[in-house]
């Protein structure tokens, strides 16, 4: 017996994935994509790209969580289909450079939309006197990243109250900020002036190399529509409610991004936005003033609120299915008998998440949690084939949509997505993998331990 349980409803399923998946990206990412791409119709291109590729994605990862509804999400899919090793890197990456590095993006950009109201937070609190900033130079640590990691602390330890009340604040929150959305979208689509799709003051585009930075861009801002999976074994009635939640929340999320941008392009030119690190805030400073802009910042932060929260319920599922199955350290296994929540993973993975607030910048991170979880989306994706193979006697609830092509083609843009973030992004994308390669020698020890076992 896992000792969790299963308080989580449908809704509560599905605000996992909308409310995790819609955070700080939709007003962020904008600009770069806009300056790597140099024409706002290709912009469009990426944003439906990365949307159908993500779905692509959820259609997979749907027969996979309601054949095997457990903690962990990835975690039981890579090791049922490649073994233990495979399972053990996901969810070492997932705890120490994805999930944890997820949660300091998003608390990063909590504080730059709180820095609308409080440019104070921009100045340096402290500088440690370690060669780890920008060069080799000293960090410098802002009075805002303080703040960020007070936020994923206090969201920690309401999480650690049980899933019910985490999940209870998902729904809420998540509600309270796609109503937000639709307002914003209806101001951009009913204020603007300028036609659509127009390239005035466009900078000039990186080819096809810029296409995949943006969709790098992109799929960070989708980034989170497999999260509901880690939380598998606390869901009512997985069987049927996990493919809905994943399959509707996730195409949900593209409609809302693409009329979102819509509603940019449709008050700013592309120079503007490639200008915009607040892109929604500096369009409706444009259309309403001061109070616009304070508006969508507000929008904003309640957003990234949501995002953070969910990815911490389901992210400290992770480590927890690793230590149970005998694959972590084994305080992250236990479970608090009152609350029925892993007290210890939830609070380890949000510390852990506040020493990568102090690490870098927002687009250093982006980058650092993309091109590592790309990895391991291709090769979960890629189990839903072997397990045909392996168990073809398993009991499939839900089978995916498009089988084989489906899967198969999510595999291959992912394998041209990681070759074309090396390129781009060497360094954050090496300091991913050593990251990795930096649990094979504990793998190794708890692997001979499980053995004797």
């Known amino acids: 017996m896992s000792g969790l349980r299963r308080e989580l409803g449908v809704w509560g399923a599905a605000s996992i994935v909308v409310g995790t998946v819609i955070g700080s990206g939709i007003f962020l990412v904008p600009k770069k994509m806009i300056t790597e791409t140099g024409d706002v119709a290709t912009l469009f291109a990426v944003w439906v790209f990365g949307g159908l590729l993500s779905l692509a994605g959820a259609l997979t990862y749907a027969e996979l969580a309601a054949m095997m509804p457990e903690a962990g999400g990835e975690y039981n899919y890579l090791r049922a289909a490649y073994g233990p090793f495979w399972g053990f890197l996901y969810g070492w990456t997932q705890m120490w450079v994805a999930k944890s590095g997820s949660i300091a993006t998003l608390a990063t950009g909590f504080f730059y939309y709180l820095a609308n109201f409080r440019p104070e937070l921009e100045l340096r609190a402290f500088t440690i006197p370690l060669p780890l900033g920008e060069g080799g130079a000293a960090l410098e640590v802002s009075t805002g990243q303080l703040l960020a990691i007070a936020v994923i602390l206090g969201l920690g330890v309401l999480n650690w109250f049980g899933v019910k009340a985490g999940g209870r604040v998902q729904v809420g929150v998540t509600v309270l900020k796609v109503s937000l959305f639709g307002w914003i979208m209806w101001v951009g689509l009913s204020h603007g002036t300028r036609a659509i799709l127009t390239n005035a003051d466009a900078p000039a585009g990186h080819g096809v190399a810029g296409f995949f930075a943006a969709l790098v861009a992109a799929l960070w801002a989708y980034d989170g529509w497999n999260n509901v999976s880690m939380v598998s074994s606390e869901i009512q009635n997985p069987q049927k409610n996990l493919p809905r939640a994943l399959v509707y929340g996730t195409a949900g999320v593209v409609l809302i991004y693409v009329i979102t941008n819509l509603g940019y392009f449709h008050v700013l030119s592309a120079g503007e936005v490639a200008g915009a690190d607040r892109v929604a805030a500096v ?171």
């Open 283 to 453: 369009m409706m400073k444009k259309v309403g003033g001061e109070w616009g802009a304070d508006a969508v910042s507000v929008a904003a932060m309640i957003s990234i609120f949501a995002a953070l929260n969910g990815s911490i319920l389901s992210g400290s599922r992770v480590p927890y299915a690793l230590a149970r199955d005998g694959y972590f350290f084994r305080r992250f296994a236990v479970v608090n008998e009152s609350r029925g929540t892993p007290g210890f993973s939830i609070l380890a993975l949000c510390g852990w998440a506040s020493v990568l607030v102090l690490s870098g910048r927002y687009d250093q991170l982006l980058t650092l949690v993309i091109f590592p979880s790309w990895i391991l989306y291709g090769m979960a994706t890629a189990a839903v084939i072997v397990l045909r193979r392996k168990m073809p006697e398993a009991e499939r609830p839900y089978r995916t949509v498009g089988y084989p092509w489906i899967p198969a083609v999510f595999v291959m843009v992912a394998v041209l997505l990681l070759y074309f973030t090396l390129r781009n992004s060497p360094r954050e994308s090496v300091l991913g993998l050593g990251l990795i390669a930096a649990g094979l020698p504990f793998y190794w020890h708890w692997h001979k331990a499980a053995r004797r076992r």
